[in-house]
């Protein structure tokens, strides 16, 4: 009983963190005309009346790996979607988190049983670039 009460007060925490990215992707016509307009991007959303920071990025990541702890990876998988899709043309500052997304992303695909065509080889592709890029970092 003690469990389910701290895994409960946790998502809770979790969610109250992530709150400003998920009322974006909440709004489903709000979030359809920023993807219209290329702008739900980190760039664009820091410069909007949302006041989106690399902050509420990790934790939107945050709770979907709680979701996920929690084995609710259709959700998990939902809010890493719309993560990669924010951070996708970050640069090599945001690495980290950046991978840490991708894998994410990629574990909640498997478990999901996405077939293998819906996978996406860009994902897997940045993924990979993201992963040198952090080998190259380490050798120097």
Known sequence: MADEK???EKKAEAEKKAQKLLNIIAKKKELEQLRKDMSFTLE???GSDHAITIQ???ALFDYSKVLYEQRDYK?????LFNLKEILANESAQHNELIVQVFWGLLATSIINQKPREEIELRSLRKLKDKIKEKNAENSL
């Open 6 to 8: 701290a895994t409960a």
């Open 44 to 46: 664009a959303l820091k």
């Open 56 to 58: 509420d990025c990790q």
């Open 75 to 79: 959700n998990a998988e939902k809010y």
